[in-house]
């Protein structure tokens, strides 16, 4: 059974930073893009970064390009997004994704909000 974990969201004020972690199980872990999206509220989900494998570049929104980073630990089963120079919309429920052909996992959500 595939399971993706979140951790790391919370309270930050503007212009803080946060890691978010999210750990993989169930799956060949290496094979599979790796996804954060996110949520909020009254909005529609927004693709924020992928990271394909280990060796290529990521992708991400235009958004947070530049704040951002997202980053994988084959070994770990765990891929990363660090979220820099925070900003109030930024506010969101945050999701791993893990994708590989027609086989596509969505971890629960962590909450990340962004206010002084």
């Known amino acids: 059974q595939v399971q993706l974990v979140e951790s790391g969201g919370g309270l930050v004020q503007p212009g803080g930073s946060l890691r978010l972690s999210c750990a993989a199980s169930?799956?060949?872990?290496?094979?599979?893009?790796m996804s954060w999206y996110r949520q909020a509220p009254g909005k529609e989900r927004e693709l924020v970064a992928t990271?394909?494998?280990?060796?290529?570049?990521?992708s991400y929104a235009d958004s947070v390009k530049g704040r951002f980073i997202i980053s994988r630990d084959n070994a770990k089963t765990t891929v990363y997004l660090q979220m820099n120079s925070l900003k109030p919309e930024d506010t969101a429920v945050y999701y791993c994704n893990a994708r590989f052909l027609s086989s596509d996992h969505w971890g629960q959500g962590i909450q990340v909000t962004v206010s002084s």
């Open positions: 169930g799956l060949m872990f290496s094979y599979y893009h």
């Open positions: 990271v394909f494998d280990a060796e290529s570049t990521p």
